[in-house]
């Protein structure tokens, strides 16, 4: 672990702070993305590959609790260690709650935010390390072939476009769970403008036509939030 360089999101709403603690991090060999508030943040998040998140709980914009919480509804696995100037046992808790790896709390010495870093990495990567990327899912009795974007019912074999392949690896991934819009949109098309949701609408009809021959497998709306892909209804 010590020679890989790992992708570390970094989000402080103290520009000055920030910068030193990215300039250290990117001295201990990681790679560093500062963000001064939760929402650029969130946009970062969603636009890369990170394997920690450090995230700052007072933020303007969006808040680091909002933050951990958007980000843990997409990625159940990646560490992520709260720094803050909040001591209340309140706040840790509810840091906890939302999927905190560790928390800890300004002031602090450097080589100890290294140390929880190291050790919150190593917990990560010891329940991933045998885990691969699943690239065959089955829904109902469907058979959804990522590599080759297929979607097979029975004998019916359809040839899936790269964006209804992404958008349902995606769906795949949060199976059974509520998949935020805002965040598929993030991170299948880049930003969550007017047009780009109209046009995720549009893949979503197409994938529910798709699958459509099974009514165990439902891609269904949550009001307000987002969608989910249910099976075994």
Request: with cysteine; hydrophobic share 40%.
């Amino acid at each position: 672990m010590e020679n890989e360089k790992l992708h570390v999101l970094l989000a402080e709403d103290d520009r000055n702070l920030g910068n030193i603690l990215k300039s250290y991090l990117e001295a201990k060999n990681y790679e560093t993305t500062l963000c001064v508030n939760g929402h650029e943040a969130l946009q970062a998040y969603a636009k890369s590959s990170y394997d920690i998140c450090l995230i700052d709980v007072m933020m303007p914009v969006m808040d680091g609790f909002s933050l951990a919480k958007e980000i843990r509804t997409d990625n159940k696995q990646i560490p992520i260690l709260f720094l803050t100037a909040k001591s209340l046992q309140e706040d840790k808790i509810k840091g906890f709650e939302l999927g905190a790896d560790d928390y800890i709390t300004k002031p602090f010495a450097m080589d100890e935010l290294l140390a929880r870093m190291r050790a919150v990495l190593r917990r990560s990567m010891k329940e991933t390390s045998q885990a691969e990327e699943i690239s065959v899912f089955e829904l109902g009795n469907y058979i959804f072939d990522v590599t080759r974007q297929t979607l097979t019912f029975e004998n019916d074999v359809q040839k899936l476009t790269s964006k209804e392949t992404e958008l349902l690896k995606l769906f795949c991934e949060n199976m059974n769970q509520i998949l935020d819009r805002k965040i598929a949109l993030l991170k299948i098309w880049g930003d969550d403008s007017y047009f780009n949701a109209r046009s995720m609408d549009v893949y979503i009809a197409k994938l529910r036509k798709f699958l459509k021959n099974d009514p165990t497998v439902q891609l269904v709306n949550v009001h307000g939030t987002g969608f989910k892909l249910v099976t075994n209804i």
